[in-house]
């Protein structure tokens, strides 16, 4: 036989083979293949789910004496909830299991392949088509394993996205509750570090452990639970965490403490300034104190939560607390020289979010008075005004939407000067006699600034009709807050 020859014979046993060996096996294999394939990779898919076997996304652990205020947003020490992390590192878990099983398949077959060794021409017409059976084999199972993959993809993956779809909505949905009620109620937490004094309603949420929620929020560490990495359930609004939690609230400037009430109770800011010496802290003192004494007459409970004093501004905070009513009340005295210098005012967050202001102005320091006192006119209240509102405005703050308050103080020795031709009763008398000392301009200025002004006449001897409680209790009732009277 000529080399010719052999081939041609060579290949018809090829043929033969193929015809009656290969293709018969191949009928039986592919098939096989198919099944065990779909159902091997689905068994695979199942056994990995059944044990939740993917490693658990853990949660950043700040330590406890990590700084909160310099961590990254977003990053909580907290799980995610399953369907957040959980779901997709199974998914992925599963398809590396199903993978490593194909390529077990496949390691199999080219081992098969080096084992038998190289076969000459031949013997090769009959072994060459042969392979096409493990072949044929090792590419139906892998199809089989895609199939089944992508069948329980769909089934797997479209029930968890309809939870995880139902899921963001419940989160969104409880979210935008907890906004509306929080800002329903007035509610939110003022800083009473003097260095601080911000005000928020997101604050940080301390666990009992000593771990700090930055952003406690229905989301994806849970829409009703969260838990914290020390296994502690945590509620996800801030009100929750606080009225059924019993958490401490920490500000999220300064992480001082906040004062009991935050985030529950009505939250008004209002600010007391004037020019030096016009009287703005015993106004501030003696109106809070006013206040508070009114609603433990009426039978109400109150607590001063803060009485600091910083480096150029003092704050009074107090809890009141009548009937089924709360409100926590925060007093800056910022006195005239914080008010004439940009430095002092810009530190001053609270400006930001006050609710009411008091410009307090020294009735015998006008030029009237003052020279039948002997002495020169003082600070012209027009310029503190001047500088205050400039600011709030500076700040992006509507004056539109604040009541301001203008005191003349010091009525007791307004009377002794001029006696009877003070103002007459009421914040239309006072508001007259401003206009007629010289200061109409201030009083058209406030007008056509502030949502709201009143005048009063007030003096710190306890005068129950001049009384700086009046001035605090009104700016409270603009702010929503009707203590007894
Ligand atoms: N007679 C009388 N004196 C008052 C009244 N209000 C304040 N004073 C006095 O005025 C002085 C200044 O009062 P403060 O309340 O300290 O005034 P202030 O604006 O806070 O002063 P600075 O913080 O120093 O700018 C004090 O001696 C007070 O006793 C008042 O209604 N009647
Ligand atoms: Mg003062
Ligand atoms: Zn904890
Ligand atoms: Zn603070």
């Given at each position: 036989m000529n080399g010719g020859q052999e081939y041609v014979i060579g290949g018809l046993v090829a043929i033969v083979v193929t015809a009656v060996l290969v293709v018969p096996?191949?009928?039986?294999?592919?098939?096989?293949?198919?099944?065990?394939?779909?159902?091997?990779?689905?068994?695979?898919?199942?056994?990995?789910?059944?044990?939740?076997?993917?490693?658990?996304?853990?949660?950043?652990?700040?330590?406890?004496?990590?700084?909160?205020?310099?961590?990254?947003?977003?990053?909580?020490?907290?799980?995610?909830?399953?369907?957040g992390a959980q779901a997709i590192g199974d998914a992925r878990d599963a398809g590396t299991h199903v993978k490593r099983a194909a390529s077990r398949l496949w390691d199999g077959v080219r081992e098969l392949r080096d084992n038998a060794g190289y076969t000459e021409f031949p013997d090769s017409a009959v072994v060459a088509p042969l392979w096409l059976v493990p072949f044929g084999f090792g590419v139906a199972t892998t199809a089989g394993a895609a199939v089944g993959s992508a069948a329980s993809g769909v089934v797997v993956g479209g029930v968890t996205g309809t939870m995880w779809t139902a899921h963001r909505a419940a989160a969104g949905a409880l979210r935008l509750g907890s906004t509306l009620d929080t800002r329903r109620r007035g509610a939110g937490a003022t800083c009473v570090n003097p260095e601080c004094l911000g005000h928020t309603t997101t604050p940080i949420v301390q666990c009992r452990c000593g771990r700090f929620h930055r952003t406690l929020r229905p989301g994806a560490f849970g829409a009703f639970r969260r838990r914290c990495v020390c296994g502690a359930l945590l509620p996800t609004t801030i009100a929750g965490a606080v009225a059924r939690g019993r958490l401490a609230l920490r500000c999220p400037w300064c992480?001082?403490?906040?004062?009991?009430?935050?985030?529950?109770?009505?939250?008004?800011?209002l600010v007391v300034t004037g020019a030096p010496g016009s009287g703005v802290s015993t106004l501030a003192d003696a109106g809070l104190h006013a206040v508070m004494e009114t609603v433990t007459?009426?039978?109400?409970?109150?607590?001063?939560t803060a009485g600091a004093t910083g480096a150029a501004t003092r704050c009074t905070a107090a809890?009141?607390?009548?009937?089924?009513?709360?409100?926590?009340?925060?007093?800056?005295?910022?006195?005239?020289?914080?008010?004439?210098?940009?430095?002092?005012?810009?530190?001053?967050?609270?400006?930001?979010?006050?609710?009411?202001?008091?410009?307090?102005?020294?009735?015998?320091?006008?030029?009237?008075?003052?020279?039948?006192?002997?002495?020169?006119?003082?600070?012209?209240?027009?310029?503190?005004?001047?500088?205050?509102?400039?600011?709030?405005?500076?700040?992006?703050?509507?004056?539109?939407?604040?009541?301001?308050?203008?005191?003349?103080?010091?009525?007791?020795?307004?009377?002794?000067?001029?006696?009877?031709?003070?103002?007459?009763?009421?914040?239309?008398?006072?508001?007259?006699?401003?206009?007629?000392?010289?200061?109409?301009?201030?009083?058209a200025a406030a007008e056509r600034d502030f949502g709201a002004v009143r005048y009063y006449l007030t003096s710190a001897d306890g005068e129950s009709d001049r009384s700086p409680g009046a001035v605090v209790a009104w700016l409270l009732r603009r702010a929503g807050v009707r203590v007894p009277t």
């Open positions: 096996m191949l009928l039986v294999v592919v098939p096989l293949g198919l099944l065990l394939g779909t159902f091997g990779s689905l068994a695979i898919i199942v056994a990995r789910l059944a044990t939740g076997a993917a490693p658990t996304p853990r949660p950043v652990d700040d330590a406890v004496a990590a700084d909160p205020v310099e961590g990254t947003p977003g990053d909580e020490p907290a799980w995610r909830s399953y369907l992480n001082d403490e906040l004062p009991p009430g935050s985030m529950i109770d009505r939250n008004v800011r007459s009426s039978g109400g409970s109150v607590s001063r809890r009141l607390v009548w009937g089924r009513r709360a409100a926590v009340v925060t007093v800056l005295d910022a006195p005239g020289a914080v008010v004439a210098s940009d430095v002092e005012l810009a530190r001053l967050h609270l400006l930001r979010d006050v609710s009411g202001i008091v410009l307090v102005i020294d009735a015998t320091a006008l030029p009237r008075p003052a020279s039948k006192l002997g002495d020169g006119p003082g600070a012209d209240p027009e310029i503190t005004y001047r500088t205050i509102a400039g600011r709030l405005r500076d700040d992006g703050v509507d004056l539109r939407k604040l009541p301001l308050a203008i005191a003349l103080s010091k009525a007791d020795q307004l009377d002794a000067v001029l006696p009877g031709r003070g103002p007459a009763p009421g914040s239309a008398g006072v508001q007259d006699w401003l206009a007629r000392q010289g200061q109409r301009s201030l009083v």
